[in-house]
């Protein structure tokens, strides 16, 4: 059965990532429902900018586009609905999905909201509707991330004490990945130190570094890199039998184990490394993943999300506390 789909929001990452030639990936909600065809079907979108409409008239002829989202709901009954608008207005179009008879699942775009509160209240709608809610943290559906959790959790590095997650500035659109790579890959958050850096502010978004305390005693560390055009995304984790440096950019992952010292008596020091490739940017999409995960959602509500409301929210508290800490450091 083929399910129909909607798009609020086509700026980038709702479509118009994919324009760039650069690209060799599907990175976008238009471009992952074209390429699951056989479970979805593009029905409606919405946009406020006429260029953005103007590029998705070229990309999806046949497929109506609004410039108001409250209408959408009033000329098509979709049963997936893509959010990808900014977070402030995240709360007014997941009522507005969860007002419509026919919505089965709602695919929402990270962090959920700029308010913890709304974002709560979100989460308690869906909830209460039935209706399952996927939030594009993106890197859960990501080989090189999963198998860097199943090195962490297996035990190649033994007991975790340390991990380090490195990002640029910008605390919700990048922000927001890092904190819900820290959580993915660490576990629940039980204590949580700040570092406002005002000097990388960016497109109206604080930096904020942070020091994260962790589940079982381990702690992690969310560094800020730069601005947003000097990209880094990368990880680097230390338990008690060695470490692993994970760079995304190479899709790689470096194991290196604790080995008695030749130098230095009753010490150990890490071995060689040990390299290996998890995906590539090459390999298919985690837009398309996500994609047909919704798919399957929306037949199966019972069924577990990667990413949840639950999870996305756990994300939303920690971003909620970093925000704090500018406000205060701007008092």
Same mark, same amino acid.
């Given at each position: 059965?083929?399910?129909?789909?909607?798009?609020? &929001?086509?700026?980038? #990452?709702?479509?118009?990532?994919?324009?760039?030639?650069?690209?060799?990936? !599907? $990175?976008?909600?238009?471009?992952?429902?074209?390429? *699951?065809?056989?479970?979805?079907?593009?029905?409606?979108?919405?946009?406020?900018?006429?260029?953005?409409?103007?590029?998705?008239?070229?990309?999806?002829?046949?497929?109506?586009?609004?410039?108001?989202?409250?209408?959408?709901?009033?000329?098509?009954?979709?049963?997936?609905?893509?959010?990808?608008?900014?977070?402030?207005?995240?709360?007014?179009?997941?009522?507005?999905?969860?007002?419509?008879?026919?919505?089965?699942?709602?695919? *929402?775009? @990270?962090?959920?909201?700029?308010?913890?509160?709304?974002?709560?209240?979100?989460?308690?709608?869906?909830?209460?509707?039935?209706?399952?809610?996927?939030?594009?943290?993106?890197?859960? $559906?990501?080989?090189?991330?999963?198998?860097?959790?199943?090195?962490?959790?297996?035990?190649?590095? &033994?007991?975790?004490?340390?991990?380090?997650?490195?990002?640029?500035?910008?605390?919700?659109? #990048? &922000?927001?990945?890092? !904190?819900?790579? =820290?959580?993915?890959? &660490?576990?629940?958050?039980?204590?949580? @130190? +700040?570092?406002?850096?005002?000097?990388?502010?960016?497109?109206?978004?604080?930096?904020?570094?942070?020091?994260?305390?962790?589940?079982?005693? =381990?702690?992690?560390?969310?560094?800020?890199?730069?601005? @947003?055009?000097?990209?880094?995304?990368?990880?680097? +984790?230390?338990?008690?039998?060695?470490?692993?440096?994970?760079?995304?950019?190479?899709?790689?992952?470096?194991?290196?184990?604790?080995?008695?010292?030749?130098?230095? =008596?009753?010490?150990?020091?890490?071995?060689?490394?040990?390299?290996?490739?998890?995906?590539?940017?090459?390999?298919?999409?985690?837009?398309? +993943?996500?994609?047909?995960?919704?798919?399957?959602?929306?037949?199966?509500?019972?069924?577990?999300?990667?990413?949840?409301?639950?999870?996305?929210?756990?994300?939303? *508290?920690?971003?909620?506390?970093?925000?704090?800490?500018?406000?205060?450091?701007?008092?």
């Amino acid at each position: 059965m083929t399910l129909s789909a909607a798009v609020i &929001g086509l700026g980038q #990452i709702g479509s118009r990532f994919d324009e760039e030639p650069s690209r060799s990936q !599907v $990175w976008s909600h238009v471009g992952a429902y074209q390429a *699951c065809r056989d479970e979805i079907r593009l029905v409606a979108a919405a946009e406020l900018r006429e260029d953005n409409r103007a590029a998705f008239r070229v990309r999806c002829p046949d497929v109506p586009v609004i410039a108001n989202a409250g209408q959408l709901f009033s000329t098509v009954a979709p049963e997936i609905v893509s959010i990808c608008t900014p977070p402030e207005s995240h709360r007014e179009l997941v009522d507005a999905a969860l007002a419509s008879s026919s919505v089965r699942a709602i695919w *929402c775009e @990270k962090p959920l909201s700029t308010s913890l509160d709304e974002a709560e209240a979100m989460v308690a709608a869906c909830r209460e509707r039935g209706v399952p809610l996927v939030v594009s943290h993106v890197r859960r $559906w990501m080989p090189i991330w999963q198998h860097v959790l199943a090195r962490i959790k297996g035990g190649d590095i &033994g007991q975790l004490v340390t991990l380090r997650i490195a990002m640029p500035n910008r605390l919700f659109s #990048i &922000g927001s990945h890092a !904190v819900d790579l =820290a959580l993915m890959l &660490g576990g629940r958050v039980t204590a949580l @130190k +700040a570092l406002p850096l005002p000097s990388l502010t960016e497109d109206g978004e604080p930096a904020v570094a942070a020091l994260l305390g962790l589940e079982g005693d =381990a702690y992690a560390i969310v560094q800020v890199t730069g601005r @947003k055009s000097s990209l880094v995304i990368e990880a680097e +984790a230390f338990g008690s039998e060695g470490r692993l440096f994970v760079r995304e950019d190479k899709s790689s992952v470096q194991l290196e184990r604790f080995e008695a010292s030749s130098r230095y =008596a009753d010490y150990r020091q890490l071995g060689n490394a040990e390299v290996a490739e998890a995906g590539s940017f090459d390999g298919e999409s985690p837009f398309i +993943a996500i994609a047909r995960e919704v798919a399957t959602l929306a037949r199966d509500p019972a069924l577990p999300a990667t990413c949840d409301g639950k999870s996305a929210l756990a994300v939303q *508290c920690v971003l909620a506390e970093l925000l704090r800490a500018v406000e205060t450091f701007n008092d």
